[in-house]
């Protein structure tokens, strides 16, 4: 149990056009998700925590009009990617809570989507 | 505030040697401690949490870490090295007393690439 999918696994896309990203619990449902960034060398950064039926919060320095995420149900949170450029090409990780989940509960983690912009 | 580090970029051993990956942590309540594994171009994998209790806390694949308050650590180890443990792994921290916003927000350290040689 606690599958979270992630779609699409790889794109490609052109410099100025938008991206959207899907994560769904296929299993649960998830009040929360989080959505994370991970570059180069690894480091896994925090951009934004979506609840659902809520505006999501943004980390420092995240641009939320550029990273637009809705939660719009207990399955579904989406990360859409306004007017890409290639310095977002990177690999984009979104991770679930159980609804009734304890704080101390391990996160469940989609796949990852890796973006390449040219 | 939240914070994880973990201090070694690489870690290299030999296959049937002990490992150990290192990791700290620092919060203003006490720690929920996660370790997960990451393969090339997937998500992250949950091995074990600390929440409370025994110090040493069995999880997933025969891993193992010990929680160490008065040195902030929460190391990983296993016993015998496997070819197949090559991988990144993120140890994580929550704060028990974080709230509102930050409620069930993990922060990762930077990553540990481990690579156990045959």
């Known amino acids: 149990g606690a599958v979270v999918s992630q779609h699409p696994s790889r794109v490609i896309c052109k410099s100025g056009t938008s991206v959207k990203i899907e994560c769904r619990s296929l299993?649960?449902?998830?009040?929360?998700m989080f959505w994370y960034r991970q570059f180069p060398k690894k480091s896994l950064m925090l951009m934004a925590t979506?609840?659902?039926?809520?505006?999501?919060?943004?980390e420092q320095g995240v641009e939320k009009d550029k990273f637009l995420i809705n939660h719009a149900s207990l399955t579904l949170s989406t990360l859409t990617v306004t007017s890409a450029h290639p310095e977002d090409s990177s690999f984009y990780i979104c991770?679930?809570?159980?609804?009734?989940?304890?704080?101390?509960?391990?996160?469940?983690f989609g796949n990852g989507t890796r973006l390449t912009v040219t | 505030a939240q914070s994880v580090a973990q201090p070694e970029d690489q870690v290299n051993v030999a296959e049937g040697n002990p490992l150990t990956v290192k990791c700290t942590y620092s919060?203003?309540?006490?720690?929920?401690l996660f370790w997960y594994v990451q393969y090339p171009n997937r998500g992250l994998q949950f091995l074990l949490k600390?929440?409370?209790?025994?110090?040493l806390v069995k999880g997933s694949y025969g891993f193992e870490a010990e929680f160490n308050k008065s040195q902030t650590s929460f190391h990983l180890k296993k016993p015998s090295a496997l070819v197949s443990d090559s991988a990144l792994y993120f140890c994580?921290?929550?704060?028990?007393?974080?709230?509102?916003?930050?409620?069930?927000?993990?922060?990762f350290g930077q990553g540990t690439i481990l690579t156990v040689h045959p």
């Open positions: 979506s609840n659902e039926g809520s505006k999501a919060t943004y």
């Open positions: 600390y929440i409370t209790g025994d110090n």
């Open positions: 991770s679930a809570r159980h609804r009734d989940s304890p704080s101390n509960s391990p996160l469940h």
């Open positions: 919060v203003s309540g006490n720690p929920y």
């Open positions: 299993d649960f449902q998830a009040t929360t």
């Open positions: 994580a921290v929550r704060d028990d007393n974080a709230g509102g916003t930050s409620y069930g927000k993990l922060t």
